[in-house]
Structures are given as structure tokens and as C-alpha cells.
């Protein structure tokens, strides 16, 4: 049994919580926000700071669903505790910041595991099996929302301070972690990011290349929701994974994402400081995207 802690209890915590509690191997044993309301109403023990939830000694690992930019702080506190780690994407906002929080949990021989839920989507797993290791003429991968429909009350998200950036920040790390799955390592090409008035990218489309070209393409002010994959083989064949398809409800995919993420966060804390994670592989592509724009 792997007693977790929380950090963070914003709008992506909820489907952590459900996962523990539907999941076998898991207790929920402690939580942590800053915000007085979103500690209210736990069964388990609920403080201020990660750092006095570390130091309770209640938890065995921690997942980190705090806004990004206190993703840095908090992991490396539980790392140099021992303690294991689930972030969200991204690992960090910092490139630099994030390649020595990979050392410091190397060095520990504790794992740091970056949560990419989209790639424990059903649908997709199924295209992967499909595709079943077949040569690709050519990948994409579209994610577009509106995103001031998924934020709830984290406002954070909208403020590139906090977030890092905009779509390429927020939903790239995913979708180029898809990529990624179906097409190996990739190789950045070109970044063309749009911004709006107050700076924020808001539309991007990025290529790549890894086993066969990648196209990420990428949409925060969608009107709806448009997430998937389109694998085409070589000979021209099309095959395509609707990440929303068969998941009612609004964000309604995400309930059986996060039980995979779990799953396979308990597999990285049993492997320890011997994890490949691919965390700091997208936050790399991220920063080369924002650093190699054009518009």
C-alpha cells in the first residue's frame, strides 16, 4: 500500500483523489494547499505547505498537482526527503531548473515522475497497438480547446509567470509526449506560434521529426474541444485516435488517464532513481519551440 500525498488540490487534483480511491495499492494519507477553502472537508490530514505534510511522516510518495510554477520547490523537498514523486506536466518551467531536479533524484536514487495523462488514453493505446510498429509516412496531433472552459477557478493557467507560456506550455508537453510514443525522440524543425494582444500564445504548430514527421498542432481558443492522433502508414493508409471518443461528460476522458498515470507512478517508485522519465525530454522541445518562434 502506497500512501500519497497530495499537493495542490486545484482543478486537476480531483481526478488524482478518484484514482486512489478507486485504485487497489493506494491510500490517500494527507494533502496540502495554501488556500484555506481547498483544504476544508478532507478526511485525511490537510496542511498549509508540502513541507510540513513531508514532515508529518504520513506520506510514502507525493503527487504534484500545484500550479507549475511551485513544481520546482516541492519536488526537490520531497526528493532530498526520499520521498517518490508524480508531477504533472510540465516538470518544470525552467529548463535549466528542471535538468537538476533529474540529477538531484538520480543522485538520490529516488523517482521523479512526470504525468503525461494522455498517453494511458484508451483510444490511443489502441492506435498504438494498430499501428503496432509499422514505418509512419506521418504523424499529427491536434489539441484545441477554449482554454478559459478548462481552468475553473486556476486562473494561473492565463498567467505565463506562473504557467511558463501559453498552448505550447500547457498542451504541448502532451501532445509532443504522443508524439513521442508513436514516432521516438523527436527533433524540433519549426515553431510557428501565434500570440494575442497581451502576448500569450495562443495557437502554435510545431514540427518534428522522429521515426517519420511529426506535426503537433495546437489551439487554445478553440470553440469546443478537438484532441487526437493521426497515424498515416506508409502506403498512405490513415489511421486515427479520437482522445474524447466514448468519454461522456466534460473532461470525462481524464477518470481512467489518471488510474494509468497512477498505475505506472507506482512501477517508476518501486524502480527508484533508475526511472527513465521522459519529463525533461518535453520540457527540452518546449523551450527550443519557444526560443526558435517565428509567427
Known amino acids: 500500500m502506497i500512501r500519497l500525498g497530495v499537493a495542490g488540490l486545484g482543478v486537476i487534483a480531483r ?3 478518484a484514482a486512489i480511491d478507486r485504485l487497489d495499492g493506494f491510500a490517500l494519507a494527507a494533502v496540502c494547499d495554501p488556500r484555506p477553502e481547498a483544504r476544508a472537508g478532507h478526511a485525511v490530514p490537510a496542511f498549509p505547505g508540502h513541507r510540513a505534510m513531508l514532515s508529518a511522516g504520513l506520506v510514502d510518495a507525493v503527487v504534484v498537482a500545484a500550479p507549475n510554477d511551485a513544481h520546482a520547490a516541492i519536488c526537490r523537498d520531497a526528493v532530498e526527503a526520499g520521498v517518490p514523486v508524480c508531477v504533472e506536466k ?3 518551467i525552467d529548463l535549466a531548473r528542471g535538468r537538476e531536479l533529474v540529477a538531484v533524484a538520480h543522485a538520490r536514487g529516488v523517482a521523479l515522475f512526470t504525468a503525461f495523462h494522455r498517453r494511458y488514453n484508451d483510444n490511443v493505446l489502441a492506435l498504438l497497438a494498430e499501428v503496432d510498429g509499422r514505418p509512419l509516412e506521418s504523424l499529427t496531433v491536434r489539441y ?7 481552468v475553473a477557478t486556476d486562473r494561473w493557467y492565463l498567467d505565463a509567470t506562473r504557467s511558463g507560456g ?3 506550455a500547457d498542451n504541448g508537453p502532451n501532445a509532443l509526449d504522443l508524439a513521442r510514443l508513436f514516432a521516438g525522440p523527436l527533433q524540433l524543425c519549426e515553431a510557428r506560434v501565434g500570440r494575442d494582444a497581451a502576448g500569450t500564445d495562443r495557437r ?4 518534428a521529426r522522429g521515426t517519420a514527421p511529426v506535426r503537433v498542432e495546437l489551439d487554445w481558443s478553440y470553440s469546443g474541444e478537438v484532441k487526437d492522433v493521426t497515424a498515416r502508414l506508409a502506403g498512405g493508409r490513415e489511421l486515427r485516435a479520437d482522445m474524447l471518443a466514448g468519454h461522456d ?4 476522458s481524464l477518470w481512467h488517464e489518471y488510474e494509468g498515470v497512477l498505475r505506472d507512478f507506482a512501477r ?3 524502480a527508484g532513481g533508475a526511472w527513465a522519465d521522459g519529463g525533461l ?3 527540452a522541445l518546449v523551450d527550443e519551440a519557444y526560443r526558435r518562434e517565428s509567427t
Open 249 to 252: 461528460g466534460f473532461k470525462g
Open 268 to 270: 517508476a517508485a518501486a
Open 204 to 207: 502554435a504548430v510545431l514540427t
Open 281 to 283: 525530454a518535453a520540457l
Open 144 to 150: 484545441f480547446e477554449r482554454i478559459e472552459e478548462h
Open 166 to 168: 501559453g498552448c505550447v
Open 15 to 17: 481526478f488524482y483523489l
Open 90 to 92: 510540465p516538470l518544470d
